[in-house]
C-alpha cells in the first residue's frame, strides 16, 4: 500500500469553526488531491497540488482552501465549516499527471454539527 | 463536458454467481480507464486501469474489465464473486490530469 496518512480519521466540529485536514505521504509523489465523497455524488475534486505552494482548484472548491509548504504535506483547510462540508475527505498522490493512476489515503470523516 | 457514468446503484449476487458492473463515460477521445474498489470504511483501491492496446485487462482479485470504444463502456467483470467482494465500485476516467469519477456501485453479497 502506497505510504498515505491522514489525520485526523475523525472529526466533529460546529458550524463557523476553522478546520484544517492533513494528509502526509511517504512516497515523494508530486502531485497530491484532495476529494470529498457524499452518498450518491461519487468522488468529487476539491483541490490539487502539482508541487510545493503549487496548488489549483477542482470542481468543489468554495469554501477550502489549500496549502502544501512540503512534498510530503498537503493540508486542507475549512476557513468556517458549514453542516454542508460534512463528508468523508480523501487525500490521494500521483507519480505524475495522466495516465498515471491515483494512490488514496484511508479518509477523514467530518461531521459538522 | 466529460462524464461516467454508473447505472447500477445497488447490485446485489449469491456468491459464486458471476457479476458484471456497467460503466460508460462521455469523452471525444480514448480516455485512461480505471475501476477502483472501496471497502466499508476503507479508501479507495486500484483494482485494473486501461490505457491503451488490448482491450481486455486483467486486474487483482480475478476481476478484468473490456474496453469497448462503439459503445463508450468499460464494464467489470469476475466469473465467480466471493463474499469478501462486498463493497462499493467506481469506474473513472481521466481525460486529462484528473480523475472524474462514477457515482458508485455497491455490491452486496448473499451467501
Known amino acids: 500500500d502506497a505510504g498515505i496518512t491522514q489525520s485526523p480519521r475523525h472529526k466533529v466540529t460546529e458550524t463557523g469553526t476553522p478546520v484544517t485536514l492533513r494528509c502526509h505521504q511517504t512516497?515523494?509523489?508530486?502531485?497530491m488531491y484532495w476529494y470529498r465523497q457524499d452518498p450518491g455524488h461519487g468522488l468529487r475534486l476539491i483541490h490539487y497540488?502539482?508541487?510545493?505552494?503549487?496548488?489549483d482548484k477542482g470542481e468543489v472548491s468554495d469554501g477550502y482552501s489549500v496549502s502544501r509548504s512540503k512534498t510530503e504535506d498537503f493540508l486542507l483547510t475549512l476557513e468556517s465549516a458549514t453542516s454542508s462540508q460534512t463528508s468523508v475527505y480523501f487525500c490521494?498522490?500521483?507519480?505524475?499527471?495522466?495516465?498515471?493512476?491515483?494512490?488514496f489515503g484511508p479518509g477523514t470523516r467530518l461531521t459538522v454539527t | 463536458a466529460q462524464s461516467v457514468t454508473q447505472p447500477d446503484i445497488h447490485i446485489t449476487v449469491s456468491e459464486g454467481a458471476s457479476l458484471e458492473l456497467r460503466c460508460n463515460y462521455s469523452?471525444?477521445?480514448?480516455?485512461?480507464l480505471f475501476w477502483y474498489v472501496q471497502s466499508p470504511g476503507q479508501g479507495l483501491q486500484l483494482l485494473l486501469k486501461?490505457?491503451?492496446?488490448?482491450?481486455l485487462v486483467q486486474g487483482i482479485k480475478g476481476f478484468e474489465a473490456e474496453f469497448k470504444r462503439s459503445q463508450s463502456s468499460f464494464n467489470l467483470r469476475k466469473p465467480s464473486v466471493h463474499w469478501s467482494d462486498a463493497a462499493e465500485y467506481f469506474c473513472?476516467?481521466?481525460?486529462?490530469?484528473?480523475?472524474?469519477f462514477g457515482t458508485g456501485t455497491r455490491l452486496q453479497v448473499f451467501p
Open positions: 490521494a498522490i500521483s507519480e505524475s499527471v495522466s495516465p498515471y493512476e491515483q494512490y
Open positions: 512516497e515523494n509523489h508530486r502531485y
Open positions: 497540488s502539482y508541487g510545493v505552494k503549487d496548488t
Open positions: 469523452y471525444g477521445a480514448t480516455p485512461y
Open positions: 486501461y490505457f491503451s492496446g488490448d482491450t
Open positions: 473513472a476516467v481521466s481525460p486529462t490530469d484528473k480523475l472524474i
